[in-house]
Every structure is written in structure tokens, then in C-alpha cells.
């Protein structure tokens, strides 16, 4: 076969209309040989005949879009040294942008003997392994064209691509679980009418069901263990995935919305120093995979998951930039999650606020204009670090979490702490000059109860996972209202509605950036299982059959509630103060009786009850941006206590109409009609949320102004 030197870039396979060019990596290979598969699975052999820099590269004039390929590294097998190259193993391209196959769970796709860890595996793995693919990058984008949604005004989705459409009576059939699917007229229309502005898909690079899960008879279902950055993960198409992907984002900006994914750049699939060779251990497992100083046969992993990415690589850095940009410049999307974010940024040990990659991030002039955002912690010492990520960053807040949980639960000193997170928690991010929106609020996640579960079970119930009910978060922060799991008892499924409107009302009536759990706005439960991780089944998937109308109705008007009033969302922080040409504050904080919270009201700590004004027009005073943005003024008067309170508006707000927004006592919250409070206690009952809505003295309190 016909081979030429190439060029050592862009790395990967690149077709160029007549030709091509393979580069791959590897500075510890003797020689590293390309392997063309064809359609009866005949394997050819040639060597990459040029390196530059440690790049293997050549090109082969003949190989068309389509082509399967895969690597062959000859090197040291020296685990003893970190070195693990075994010609014998079939290795998948790290830049590949298609990968097809799964890989069969055969011994020979180990790199070492079984019986013998210091010693090679010398089968041929390439009967079993997946295989990289050529494809042709050219789509039709059209006019396609980001959303660009500002921050503040963002809504986030987190769903699964699966799991949200393989039972969706409306999405045809064939369609069902796929990224087509997701582009229906169906899934849209619900996403569009929820009122949602962004879809944050669990991981759709190409990942591995490893081999341990597999032989329970389980499946991957999340998907946090890839093993091709630049490839979507095939399973999810009804066809090509490259073009099918593409065709989903175009369809999701034609309506709006924005696609965030969340990326696992943390790890990768080939797990521990006992887990298979698939890719990335075969071509230089020294460079790639972060070693033990004390011993370099083993990982040091501060992901739980076996393994961590060497980001002190410069290669390695390469990789995961140029997956970033990719997804980007290729794929139109908007934005990233990355997993166990804390992980990426150690240098050595300590987590390090100013670590190469987000140096390199920031200076990115494709990667650094869209939206970031970090799951601020890992499994590792000191990996916790909620409010310390850089600017131009936003994050997942597990405090906001925590918090509200504990708050609607009953637990003590909750009602400081709920302040801050009710405002976008300031505490946590102003000191570095972020803004409300480095905050994405969440009550629920895809790791852990869904809503419904989180007010019907006290404990996790993860016996189908095959773990005997160890894994998973033991300490929830959940409450079951009195009977643990289903029920039949009137009283307890009433409070459970109650809890769940309360939660969400707390999410979406908060500062920062609301993200909503898919399910969630209809009443999904996963049976009390915290850790569906495996579960690739009806314990996942939307029941949209079973549908809760009026949840969803509740939603709708929650999420429009917010989108219709900027007051929900500023853009800057409270700061306390008197607007301009009044004597109402940006925001008051008030006891039931009335009266302004002191010191000592706010250090009581079986408090549960608190008023909450939020003063509407002093929007257009703080933001020369917003200047033309005025709002109506909202006293939110919340009640967590286990009895009816009766609160009292405060002198400064009582010589106003104030007309009720939604009461989530009340069925439904709400209300068709107009309801005036005039009266000096406002009764709300227990564990509860009442808003109310005033235009200013002698207004009528209709709406935004």
C-alpha cells in the first residue's frame, strides 16, 4: 500500500477530498503501525513512516471516508516503568470523530496476562475491539446560528438523550433514543413549552460499558467513562452519529436553545492498571494517565473511577483543547459541564486555582466565549471547591443544594445560610468578581433522587444495582414525609406535592442560574434508587405516560414567572440599600410579625419562617444596561415550619395592594383569579410558600411594568 510521509497536523484522521492524513502521538513507541480494517474484517497493515516531535504521522492517498482503521504500538512493556505498549492490541485513534463497535468482553483485550500483570497479553485484541472510522467532515449548516442566551436569563435542562425520548409516545418510534429524537417536533415542543433555554445532555462522547457492569447483566447508562473525546457516542443515532448530532443542535438553535454537554476529561474508560487496553494505555500510558511516584504500575486516581488524565502533559492538554474546540467549531455547540471539574485542575497534588488549564482556557479565543461550567469538586484531598473556580466560570452549587434541602426538611440553622443561596450566594462568588449567575442552582441532579423521590424516601434502595446496596450517597438530605416510599395515604401524598412545588419554587425564585432535573416537572421516580448510573431501563427512562399534569402545569408557570420578571434574575448583586428617590430597599428581610430580621432573629436557630422583598424597580438604579427594565415589587413569604403561620406585612409595604402570585398550599398554586390581600396577617400554612405582587402605591398589581 501506497503511504507518504503527511503532516504530524491537525492529529487524527483528516480527510482531504482525495486522500488521508493519519497523526497520532506517542513519545515512548519503537513503531507504531496503522491497520486499515475492511468490511469482512481483513486487517492491512502499513507503518506510519515519519515523526515529528514525538507525532507519528503519514498519509495513505487511497483511504476514502468510511474506512475503519485502528493503531498497533511497538514499544516497552515495562509496567515496573509506567510502560505498557503491546503491538498485540488493536488501539482506538484519541482524535477519532467516529468510533463503531463495542468492545466484547474477551480476555485478549487486556494488555497483560491475566495471570501475570508484569507480563504482555500477546493475542491479537482486534476481533473484539471497537474501531475508529475516516468520516467526511463537510454538513450543511445552513443558517444555523448560536442562541447566545445571556446567563442571567439562562435556563438549564440536564437530560439524558436516551432516557428522554425511548418512552415519548410522541417521537416516532424508530427515533426513540436517539439525537433525532431529541430534534422531534415532540421532544421540542415540551422543551419549548416548559419554557427551558439550554439542554444539558449527560456525556455523548463515545464511552465504554465496562466489562464489570456488563457481566451483571447491566449497562453504562450515564456514560461517565469515555474513551473517544471527538466521536459522539454511536448508540444514540438511528444513523450516522457525526451528521445525526449536527442535525440535533441545528434543529435545537432553529427554536432557541441552547446544547450544553457535560464532558469527562477527569478519566477515562480503560479504568485501573488492571483494566483493558483499548487506546490510550497502548499508546503511551506514561504520558497519558497520571502515575504513582511510589509505584508506577499503579494510577494515582482522584476520580474513583481507576485513573486520571495527566493534564501536566502538554499532548494531553492538546487533546482535551482540541476535543473543546471540535465540539465547538464542528459541532455548534454552546457550551460545557466538566465532570469532577477539581480534578482537572491539579498540577501536583493540591487543586490549583491557576493551573495550566485554565490558563489555557482562558486565552482561548473559541473555548473562552462559551458558557463553563464546573462540577467543583473530586474524590481527591481538598477536592472540594464550590465558590473557588476562576472568572468566566459558573458552577454546579452543591451548597444551594444542600441548603434548600435542609431547609424544607426542618432541619436548624438553616434560615443564614438559606439567604445567601436565595440571593446567588455572594458568599461564595462576588469577593472574586463574579456575578449571580456563576451560581447554577440545582435541588436535584441525575446523581441521586429524582425530585419525587427525594420527599418519598429517607434511604437509598439500590438493590437492583448488584452492589448490595452500598453505592451510592447514603446521606441525601431527603425527607419522606412519614412513610417511606409509595402510598396510599391522602395526607402524606399531599404534603409530598407541597414539598416538591416548595423546592421548586425555591429554585426558580432564586438569583443565579436554575437548573431543572428531566422528570422532574412531571413527577419522575426511580423507585428510591439514588445511583442509576447502570440502570439503562424503566427505573431511568421518563414515564411520560404516567405524567403529572398538574406538576408540569405548576412548572410552566414557575419558569415563565421568572422569565417575565428580571427581578428573579439580576444580573448584579443586592446590595442592601435604598434605591434612588425612596426609602424601599433592594431587598428587605422581615420576620413574620413584620417587623425587619436582627442580628438575633437571624441567630435563632429553630427558625423556619421568613418574608422576603424584593423591590423591582431597583433594577433600572443599579444597571445602565437594565435601564430601561422596571419591575413590580414581590414580598415571597415562606414557611418551613410544621404549623400555619400568620405573618403580618411590614409597615414600609403595607399601604399597598399586594394581589397573590401562587400558593403552594393551595391546588392549584396558581390562582385563575385575582386575589387581593388587604389584610393585616396573612395566613400561610404549614410548610408552604406564598407570593405576593404589588405595582407600588396606587397601582394596579397586574404584571411587570
Same mark, same amino acid.
Given at each position: ?390 472568572? *468566566? ?131 419522575? /421516580? ?31 408557570? *414557575?419558569?415563565? *414567572? ?28 422581615? /420576620? ?37 427594565? /422596571? ?60 407570593? *405576593? ?13
Amino acid at each position: 500500500m501506497e503511504i507518504w510521509q503527511g503532516k504530524f497536523y491537525p492529529l487524527g484522521a483528516t480527510f482531504d477530498g482525495g486522500g488521508t492524513n493519519f497523526a497520532v502521538f506517542s513519545e515512548v513507541a519503537d513503531k507504531v503501525e496503522l491497520c486499515l480494517i475492511d468490511a469482512d474484517g481483513a486487517e492491512t497493515r502499513v507503518d506510519l513512516p515519519e515523526t515529528t516531535g514525538d507525532v507519528w504521522h503519514g498519509y495513505v492517498p487511497q483511504v476514502q471516508p468510511g474506512q475503519r482503521y485502528g493503531f498497533r504500538v511497538h514499544g516497552p512493556f515495562d509496567p515496573a516503568r509506567g510502560h505498557l505498549c503491546n503491538p498485540a492490541k488493536l488501539l482506538l485513534d484519541p482524535y477519532a470523530t467516529k468510533i463503531e463497535g463495542r468492545a466484547d468482553w474477551n480476555t485478549a483485550l487486556y494488555g497483560h496476562r491475566q495471570e501475570d500483570p508484569d507480563h504482555p497479553d500477546t493475542r491479537d485484541s482486534g476481533p473484539y475491539a471497537p474501531l475508529s472510522v475516516v468520516q467526511n467532515p463537510y454538513f450543511d449548516w445552513g443558517h444555523d446560528r448560536p442562541p447566545l442566551t445571556p446567563w442571567h436569563e439562562t435556563v438549564i435542562y440536564e437530560l439524558h438523550v436516551k432516557g428522554f425520548t425511548v418512552r415519548h409516545p410522541g417521537v416516532p418510534e424508530r427515533l426513540r433514543g436517539t439525537y433525532a429524537g431529541l430534534a422531534s417536533p415532540a421532544s421540542i415542543e415540551h422543551l419549548k413549552d416548559l419554557g427551558v433555554t439550554a439542554v444539558e445532555l449527560m456525556p455523548v462522547h463515545r464511552f465504554v460499558h465496562d466489562q464489570r457492569v456488563v457481566d451483571m447483566g447491566l449497562r453504562n447508562y450515564w456514560g461517565y467513562n469515555s474513551i473517544g473525546y471527538l466521536a459522539p457516542h454511536d448508540e444514540y443515532a438511528s444513523g450516522d452519529p457525526v451528521t445525526e448530532f449536527k442535525s440535533m443542535v441545528k434543529t435545537l438553535h432553529a427554536h432557541g436553545i441552547e446544547v450544553i454537554l457535560d464532558v469527562v476529561y477527569n478519566h477515562t474508560g480503560e479504568g485501573g492498571p488492571l483494566g483493558p487496553t483499548l487506546c490510550f494505555k497502548g499508546l503511551d500510558n506514561a504520558a497519558y494517565y497520571r502515575l504513582s511516584e511510589e509505584d508506577r504500575r499503579h494510577y494515582v486516581d482522584f476520580t474513583g473511577c481507576g485513573n486520571s488524565l495527566n493534564m501536566r502533559q502538554p499532548f494531553v492538554l492538546q487533546l482535551i483543547m482540541d476535543s473543546l474546540r471540535y465540539w465547538v467549531e464542528e459541532m455548534h455547540v454552546d457550551g460545557f459541564r466538566f465532570d469532577l471539574a477539581s480534578a482537572l485542575a491539579r498540577e501536583l497534588h493540591a487543586v490549583d486555582r491557576l493551573s495550566a488549564f485554565f490558563d489555557i482556557i482562558h486565552q482561548d479565543p473559541v473555548i473562552g466565549r462559551v458558557k463553563l461550567i464546573a462540577e467543583p469538586w473530586d474524590l481527591g484531598e481538598g477536592g472540594y471547591q464550590v465558590g473557588r473556580f476562576p472568572y *468566566l466560570w459558573s458552577e454546579w452549587n452543591g451548597k444551594f443544594r444542600d441548603t434548600v434541602r435542609d431547609f424544607w426538611r426542618g432541619e436548624d440553622q438553616t434560615l443564614p445560610e438559606l439567604a445567601f443561596r436565595l440571593t446567588g450566594s455572594s458568599d461564595l462568588y462576588e469577593s472574586s468578581g463574579r456575578r449571580p449567575y456563576a451560581s447554577i442552582n440545582f435541588v436535584t441532579c441525575h446523581d441521586g433522587f429524582p425530585l419525587r423521590d427525594l420527599v418519598s424516601y429517607n434511604e437509598k434502595h439500590n438493590e437492583d444495582n448488584g452492589e448490595d446496596n452500598r453505592d451510592g450517597e447514603s446521606h441525601n438530605r431527603s425527607w419522606n414525609c412519614g412513610v417511606e416510599g409509595p402510598t396510599d395515604d391522602p395526607e402524606i401524598l399531599a404534603l409530598r406535592g407541597r414539598q416538591q412545588r416548595n423546592l421548586l419554587a425555591t429554585l426558580f425564585l432564586s438569583q443565579g442560574v436554575p437548573m431543572l432535573l428531566a422528570g422532574d416537572e412531571i413527577g419522575r /421516580t426511580q423507585g428510591g434508587n439514588n445511583n442509576g448510573y447502570c440502570q439503562d431501563n424503566e427505573i431511568t427512562w421518563i414515564d411520560w405516560e404516567s405524567a403529572d399534569e398538574e406538576l408540569l402545569d405548576y412548572v410552566r408557570k *414557575l419558569i415563565a *414567572l421568572r422569565s417575565g420578571h428580571p427581578v428573579f434574575r439580576r444580573r448584579r448583586w443586592f446590595q442592601g440599600r435604598s434605591i434612588r428617590g425612596s426609602n424601599h430597599p433592594e431587598i428587605g428581610w422581615f /420576620t413574620p410579625e413584620g417587623s425587619e430580621m436582627t442580628q438575633e432573629d437571624w441567630e435563632v436557630g429553630f427558625a423556619r419562617s421568613l418574608g422576603v422583598y424584593l423591590n423591582g424597580r431597583s433594577i433600572a438604579n443599579r444597571d445602565q444596561w437594565e435601564r430601561q427594565l /422596571t419591575d413590580d415589587d414581590f414580598y415571597l413569604l415562606i414557611n418551613a415550619h410544621h404549623e400555619p403561620i400568620e405573618f403580618a406585612l411590614p409597615p414600609l409595604l403595607d399601604e399597598w395592594e399586594w394581589v397573590q402570585v401562587f400558593d403552594t398550599a393551595a391546588h392549584p398554586s396558581f390562582a385563575n383569579e385575582r386575589t387581593v390581600v388587604r389584610a393585616e396577617h396573612v395566613p400561610v400554612a404549614a410548610r408552604s410558600i406564598l407570593l *405576593l405582587t404589588s405595582s407600588g402605591p396606587g397601582a394596579d398589581a397586574h404584571g411587570p411594568r
